[in-house]
Each structure stands twice: as C-alpha cells, then as structure tokens.
T-cell receptor, first 117, second 108 residues
Framework: DTGVSQNPRHKITKRGQNVTFRCDPISEHNRLYWYRQTLGQGPEFLTYFQNEAQLEKSRLLSDRFSAERPKGSFSTLEIQRTEQGDSAMYLC???????????????FGPGTRLTVL | KQEVTQIPAALSVPEGENLVLNCSFTDSAIYNLQWFRQDPGKGLTSLLLIQSSQREQTSGRLNASLDKSSGRSTLYIAASQPGDSATYLCAAPGDMRFGAGTRLTVKP
C-alpha cells in the first residue's frame, strides 16, 4: 500500500497527558499537511510542511501543539497537556509538486481518533 | 480569506436518482477545487480535482463543474446507488479550506 498512513488509528488518554501521532506521506510527496476534524465539520487546517520546513501554522495550533518533519519524510504531531476539547480526528494529507511549481491534489490518511477523558 | 460552504448539510434520495451536490466559495481566485468522499470514521478519499483553467472533470458516474465567476462548484452523481451513501466534501486545497460536507443517503 503506497498511500498515506497514520499511527495509531485510535488513542484514548487522560486529561493532562501528552500524546504523539505519526504520519507517513506518499513517498515522493513534498508537502505534508495536518488537519483536525470534529463531528459534522470539515477538516480544519493546523499546519503544513514543504520538505522539512514548517511553512504555515494555524491559530488553532496553540502552544501545546507541536509538529515536526525532521528529514522531510514522516511527520509527528504532539499535543502536550491534553484537554477534553482536543478530542477529535487528526488527519494527515500529502501532495506532490507538479510542473509549474504548484501543488494540487491532496491525498489523505485514515486519521487518528483521539479521545481525551 | 477563502471560505467554502456546502448546502444542504444532508440529502436523502431513492436509488437510481441523479443528484447534484453544491459547493460555494468566496474567493474567485481559487487555484483548484477538489471533491472528496468520507465514510463514517474514515479519512477522505479524493474523487475529482478541477484545475482553475478547467470547467469540469468526469470520473465514471461522477461529474464535477467549476464556475469561478459565480463562486460555485457542483458534483453530479448519476444513477445513485446505496453504496454512494457517504459525506461528500469540497475543498480549495490550495487554501487548505474545506466545506462541512453534505451527508448523502441513497435509499434502496
């Protein structure tokens, strides 16, 4: 399977604990995106990387959130001191640079469902 | 800032019916528009991508159109089947903006 993969698929944690999610994008894709989705809503942008550089962060990404893509391949999203409001589906997507230096179609992973008790 | 809206939030149709899902966006300088399908508890599956220079794209029973001047895109599904039941989302991927989706139910 050469699609986007995410681990773990489900995470249950207690309030105040730290959690880390991993995303492995499609191998030749330069860009990697993190989104958060709550029930009945569309994905909300959190941050994205081009290779190893983090180019943009949403205001949703509080100082408790940090993301890395150290070698321009896989990425991790860490949430420190989790709160019940962090309960959501965390989605990762990747895209490839096309001719003309543009990035088009995004491909999504299966998501990580976080439940904070 | 690009905003993407989808109305209605839910739609129920009998099997075999042709249907249209709507998507509106606020910035006509949209680079491209992408339609996705999402099954409950799953990630998003890309259906169609329309480049800004295109007016429509087709894949099987699906046809998506893009009208930048009116800020609208439609997804046409022909001869709907129960297996088409899912939430359909549109997005301006260049802006990382998504609609909330239309939850489609196709009744046998």
């Amino acid at each position: 399977d050469t699609g986007v993969s995410q681990n773990p698929r489900h995470k249950i944690t207690k309030r105040g604990q730290n959690v880390t999610f991993r995303c492995d994008p499609i191998s030749e894709h330069n860009r990697l995106y993190w989104y958060r989705q709550t029930l009945g809503q569309g994905p909300e942008f959190l941050t994205y990387f081009q290779n190893e550089a983090q180019l943009e962060k949403s205001r949703l990404l509080s100082d408790r959130f940090s993301a890395e893509r150290p070698k321009g391949s896989f990425s991790t999203l860490e949430i420190q001191r989790t709160e019940q409001g962090d309960s959501a589906m965390y989605l990762c997507a990747s895209s490839a640079r096309t001719s003309g230096n543009s990035y088009n179609e995004q491909f999504f992973g299966p998501g990580t469902r976080l439940t904070v008790l | 800032k690009q905003e993407v809206t989808q109305i209605p939030a839910a739609l129920s149709v009998p099997e075999g019916e042709n249907l249209v899902l709507n998507c509106s966006f606020t910035d006509s300088a949209i680079y491209n528009l992408q339609w996705f399908r999402q099954d409950p508890g799953k990630g998003l599956t890309s259906l169609l991508l329309i480049q800004s220079s295109q007016r429509e794209q087709t894949s099987g029973r699906l046809n998506a159109s893009l009208d930048k001047s009116s800020g609208r895109s439609t997804l046409y599904i022909a001869a709907s089947q129960p297996g088409d039941s899912a939430t359909y989302l549109c997005a301006a991927p260049g802006d990382m903006r998504f609609g909330a989706g239309t939850r489609l139910t196709v009744k046998p």
